[in-house]
Each structure stands twice: as C-alpha cells, then as structure tokens.
C-alpha cells in the first residue's frame, strides 16, 4: 500500500516560492523514486494576501490544522510593518500549534566553504535546540508615554516549568541518541529568575537520563565558543531569542543562510509541524535566480525524515550536498547556477538513484527519527 501524506505548502514573499518551488520539485522526484505520494495544498500566506485581504493566521488555522506538515518558505516585505507578519502568522503558528522545539542542526558538510580558517565536517556537527513558544516571544509588551521624551517600552519574557520541561525533555532524548552530551545556554548571571528555572529543570530532567553529559554556557560566551570550538557541542538547549540569535551564527559557521535548515517541531502530535529554511525572504534579489535552494530543499528532507520516509529523506540530503559542494559559491550570481537549475539538479539525482548517501552517514534524520510523533501517530 502506497503511503499518501496531506501536506501545506506556504510559499510566502520574496525568495520563498522560488526556494519552495525547487523543494516541491525534489519531492516529485522522491516521490517517483521512493513509491509514496503527497496530497499538497498551497496557500496563499503572506505580505501580498495581506495587504489584499488583511488575513493573517487565523484565516488559516483550521485548514493547516488538518494537514500532517507544513512545508514553508519565508514572509516578509518593506511594504508591511515589521511585526506584523512575523507575529500575526509565524509566532501565531507556532504558540497555536504548540510548536515547542525549534530544531536547526549546525553541520558543516564535505566541500562546503566555511569562513572559519581550519575548520573541518569533523568538527562541526550539532543541534541547536530552541524553546519555541515561550521567552520574549510571547509578544506581550506596552509602551506608555510614546512619542514624547518620556517614553517607556516595557517587553515581558515569559517562562513556564512545563513549557521549559517539554523542550529539555526532548533535547536529552536528542543526546542520548548522538554523543550523549547537552549544553544548557543561558545568562544565569544576569538573567537570574529565568536563569534559574532553566537550571533547576536540566538539572531535574537530566536525573532521568543519567548517560548524558551535562554542560553549562553562558550566551555570550557561546558566540565565542561556537565559531572556534563547535565541536565541544552536541546537543545545545536554549531559550527562545538566544536560540534565534546564536543559530544564525551557526548558520554562517557551516556555510551560510542559503543551506542552513530548520524543523518546528509540535511534540505530541496534536497538532501539525512545520518545516522552513532559516533565511529570510530576501526581497532585494527576489526574482533574479540568485537564492540558494538547498535550505528548503535540506528542510524538506528533515519534513520527509518526520513523516517515516527515512531513505527518501537521507536521498534529498545526499543530492543537495552533492550540488552545494560543487558550487563556486554558495549564494549570488556567482553560484554558476540559478535557483531553478539547482533544484533541477538535485531533483535529477534523487530520481535517477545516484545520490551518494555516504555523504552523510549520520544524517539529519538523526535529528528527528523517533523523536516527535508525526500526525500519523496522532
């Protein structure tokens, strides 16, 4: 019996329904070669539906709520407000889906040019686990006084035992399953209230898991360490901001944003997860075939690995690393290929069998096999 999977495609603004659109042309060929299928809806999410309906999220909900993943591509435009977007539809998915774990591995891949002197796939392979829902990203904040030189902005952070244990929870069962080593980021010194709850929850949760190695440091000591020493890092677990900022260093280390990748993990099946490259919409060369494909091509792998399509997955892996490490350079014109033809090409290797997944011999799929139940099990 054919495996058949009701999937949401967001294309979204800028560069993200050319990336999107390379991705959906590898799937076609895994689908071809691996003998599973998609049911895909797409929607019209965004900065143009926005301005022309004024419809964020909540437009949408009940349908994507259907679906067993979502694959999404980026949202964004000068023409709208920051904020508006970013918290009306993506931080509104994540907090309604109960999307807890926001999943980006940090790996350098063979031939792949990182700015870091001496660095080596060897010494670069980790994943950084962000709370998703909680933190300063709840959105609550006042201002009083605005406009006048008497303004105050207050901004609430906000952290939950509960909210807190689900993600830690997960990124020790992450360990146990790598290296067997967790690093809790944080700003104990400063941020001592929160500090201290994360703190006493790994300490409670790692008790459980005896096997892992537990680790503690600082967030601004991890930019230090991250580019100069990544392989002190397994498994890193942080809070919401920290996570964003300290995965897009990451994302530079291993190459840059065009082939970095990310997975919002809903952990209990309740709810669909959803997929996306970490770049931005990059409106300044939307439409000129200069967007590196592979971070939403290498997101739908991590899709594909969630759903139990483990060989399919580990194949797309295998074909974007092959391409990227063909590549003069890894973004711009001086790619030597356009958007589409890259997604061409690796669409091409999947379906003729020619990935080498000796590539990755520890793949992404390792991030997420048996972690987070897909809607399957739901």
């Not at 967001?10 to 050319?18: A, F, K, Q, T």
């Not at 080596?120 to 959105?139: L, S």
């Not at 146990?176 to 500090?195: D, E, F, P, Q, S």
């Not at 379906?351 to 399957?376: F, K, N, Y």
Request: charged share 20%; glycine share 10%; aromatic share 6%.
């Amino acid at each position: 019996m054919t495996n058949s999977y009701a999937i949401a495609v967001l294309p979204g603004d800028g560069i993200g329904p050319e990336v999107v659109g390379c991705a959906l042309e590898v799937l076609d060929a895994a689908e071809q070669r691996f003998g599973f299928s998609t049911d895909r809806s797409t929607f019209a999410a965004g900065a143009n539906h926005y301005l022309e309906t004024g419809e964020l999220f909540d437009a949408v909900e009940a349908q994507l709520r259907d679906k067993e993943a979502i694959l999404f591509g980026s949202m964004g435009d000068p023409r709208v407000t920051p904020g508006i977007l970013e918290r009306g539809f993506i931080l509104e998915m994540r907090q309604r889906f109960q999307q807890a774990a926001n999943v980006r591995p940090v790996r350098l891949y063979p031939g792949v040019p990182t700015p870091i002197a001496e660095l080596t796939p060897e010494r670069c392979e980790m994943v950084i686990v962000r709370e998703n829902t909680e933190g300063a990203y709840v959105g609550r904040g006042s201002t009083v006084h605005a406009g006048t030189p008497n303004a105050v902005a207050m901004q609430e952070s906000l952290n939950t035992h509960a909210g807190i244990e689900r993600v830690v929870d997960f990124a020790f069962r992450l360990a146990l399953g790598r290296r067997k080593k967790l690093t809790l980021c944080h700003k104990t010194n400063i941020l001592v209230a929160a500090g201290q709850l994360w703190q006493q929850v790994v300490t409670e949760v790692g008790a459980r898991y005896p096997e892992v190695e537990v680790d503690y440091v600082h967030v601004d000591a991890m930019c230090f360490h991250l580019p100069l020493t990544p392989e002190r890092f397994d498994v890193v677990v942080t809070d919401n901001l920290f996570g964003d900022i300290i995965t897009d260093l990451g994302a530079v280390i291993q190459g840059g944003l065009g082939v970095a990748t990310s997975a919002n993990l809903n952990l209990d099946g309740s709810a669909p997860s959803m997929f996306e490259a970490i770049h931005g919409s990059a409106p300044d060369i939307a439409g000129k075939g200069w967007a590196n494909p592979a971070g939403a091509i290498l997101s739908l792998a991590l899709m594909l690995g969630h759903l139990g399509e483990g060989e399919a997955a580990r194949a797309v892996e295998a074909a974007t690393v092959e391409v990227l490490g063909s590549l003069p350079s890894l973004a711009g014109a001086d790619m030597g290929a356009s958007t589409s033809e890259l997604g061409s090409r690796i669409a091409a290797i999947v379906r003729e069998g020619r990935a080498d997944t000796a590539l990755v011999p520890d793949s992404l799929l390792g991030v997420l096999a048996g972690m987070a139940p897909s809607r399957l099990a739901g």
